[in-house]
């Protein structure tokens, strides 16, 4: 019977140290060209390192916790997507989860990811996450808060998009189109990401000289109830002239209310979604949406995170994202 390849086999393969090798097989930094090496090489000798049993054998898997609200939404599944490649290229498992907004279920199931030994937590915090992070900071467990940045929260490392400024760029670029009635709809008020999303709208609005109305709308979980709240406010005295939308659930209800009533979509009305569908190219009046940095977050987040996993005790670090707004409207500037 033939020997397995060995990972010495493996470094004397691809020409680097056997300290790369490990470094790469457990996920640490290794540059690209190396990595390329030591990819071949695996591939060429057939290696299989075993990973997850000498993981379990020293009481650390090779395997990260994922847990984000809910994966329905376009900007979430691409965000998932691309944090389970980046994972799973450092060849470590992923083992995700569903808060699905609720704080018990939240907790329940990471501390069941905690119990499974997983070796750090990538983390979209749901509505009222604190008790959980009051947790994953009392059992040390390396984490990165993803998307939705805690304020004044120094005890994780975060990662995710300056939403406040973000919604600056869209409420400036709306008024330059002429708007002066702005209606931002939201699922969720009370969610940190949503406050500096209004604040961003609102820094917009106030530095016109002219007067803006801004409101906000909860659409709730009923899109009926919700078209219903729509409509109503689109054959006001002084309807909004742009949606903003939270996310491309609510574009959609909110283009099927519209179009099935006699308030549809005219063509003065901008609507802007704030990730980007893949069916945003197919729908009349054209939808503007952002381009969330979701490629870019995931390789930073499992970065910080291979990081965090090597060194627990160095301080924790915040980093920003500029999202790209994807202007699809039927007026020009001003």
Known sequence: MARKAS???????????????????????????????????IKDLGFSSNLLARGMRTQQP?????????????????????????VSDATFEVMQVLSRHDPELEMKRIQRLAAYKVRGLLLVPSLSPGNMLDYLDSIKLPTVILNRVMPDEARFDQVGVDHRGQMREVGRGLIRR??????????FPSLNVTIQRFEGLRDATTECPEEVKLEVCSCGDNPAEYGEKLIALMEGDTPPTALVLSNSNIAAWSI?????????????????????????????PPLSFIRQPNRNMASLAWQCL????????????????????????????S
């Not at 990972?7 to 020409?15: N, Q, S």
């Not at 090779?62 to 980046?86: A, H, M, R």
């Not at 002429?178 to 699922?187: D, K, Q, T, Y």
């Open 178 to 187: 002429g708007h002066r009635s702005i209606l931002f709809v939201v699922r």
């Open 256 to 284: 099927a209310s519209l179009r099935n009533a006699s308030a549809g979509p005219k063509p003065d009305v901008d609507m802007l979604t704030l990730d980007s569908p893949n069916w945003v190219e197919l729908v009349d």
């Open 7 to 41: 990972i010495r086999d493996v470094a004397e393969t691809a020409g680097v140290s056997v300290g790369t090798v490990s470094h790469y097989l457990n996920g640490r930094p290794v540059s690209k060209e190396r990595s390329q090496w030591i990819e071949k090489a």
């Open 62 to 86: 090779p395997v990260v916790g994922l847990c984000v609200p809910f994966t329905t939404f376009s900007n979430f599944s691409e965000l998932v997507d691309e944090l389970e490649q980046k």
């Open 306 to 333: 291979a990081d965090r996993i090597e060194k627990p005790d160095e301080p924790s670090k915040t980093i920003l994202l500029n999202a790209k707004i994807e202007w699809r409207t039927r007026r020009t500037p």
